[in-house]
């Protein structure tokens, strides 16, 4: 069954430095999230992306949060300058059109920032 | 504003027992209602979901849900829980961007 897969599966960062999540989504789908998970928190909204464009981002997706679609497959998010407050599991998921499909979601990424 | 409530954080429950987890949830149109399951290590997997009709949706794993309109809740059973059902449920809304619940962690007794 196709899945959603997610590199790294940890990564340790210093605080300031750039990080990249990468995702890679289910191949026929069309529309790709990131969420994340501070720990013994709730998993959050992040940002939506449909036809290589934000279609919906949440107030904690700031000016230092991208994503990209780089190639048709890949899906990544850019962390420009890390916050300790950064420190979290990100989840990429992926959808294929329609409000009514599921989402699946990959194994997540933990982030921890120095 | 849109939210969702799982009042229970850790639930323990003997093998072979039913099974009940709760939500509530705040939402303004007519919501479209999700639970997930998260074991240690995996991402997050969907179990059911609720968008229009029958009110009592089954999903996978023996799992299914009622939505009860008049109490704004969709809680999960199941008759008969199994030890591989020891996980982390979460309960969601929304449309294209999903609203979690906070998670409610299950514990199975041999």
């Known amino acids: 069954e196709p899945e959603v897969t997610q590199t790294p599966s940890h990564q340790v960062t210093q605080m300031g430095q750039e990080v990249i999540l990468r995702c890679v989504p289910i191949s026929n789908h069309l529309y790709f999230y990131w969420y994340r998970q501070i720990l013994g928190q709730k998993v959050e909204f992040l940002v939506s992306?449909?036809?290589?464009?934000?279609?919906?981002k949440s107030e904690i997706f700031d000016d230092q949060f991208s994503v990209e679609r780089p190639d048709g497959s890949n899906f990544t998010l850019k962390i420009r300058s890390t916050k300790l407050e950064d420190s979290a599991m990100y989840f990429c998921?992926?959808?294929?059109?329609?409000?009514?499909?599921?989402?699946?979601f990959g194994p997540g990424t933990r982030l921890l920032v120095l | 504003a849109q939210s969702v409530t799982q009042p229970d954080i850790h639930i323990t429950v003997s093998e072979g027992a039913s099974l009940e987890l709760r939500c509530n949830y705040s939402y303004g149109a007519t919501p479209y209602l999700f639970w997930y399951v998260q074991s240690p290590g995996q991402g997050l997997q969907l179990l059911l979901k609720y968008f229009s009709g029958d009110t009592l949706v089954q999903g996978i794993k023996g799992f299914e849900a009622e939505f009860k309109r008049s109490q704004s809740s969709f809680n999960l059973r199941k008759p008969s829980v199994h030890w591989s059902d020891a996980a982390e449920y979460f309960c969601?809304?929304?449309?294209?961007?999903?609203?979690f619940g906070s998670g409610t962690r299950l514990l199975v007794r041999p």
């Open positions: 969601a809304v929304g449309s294209y961007k999903l609203i």
């Open positions: 992306f449909y036809n290589n464009e934000i279609s919906e």
């Open positions: 998921a992926s959808q294929t059109s329609g409000v009514q499909e599921t989402q699946y």
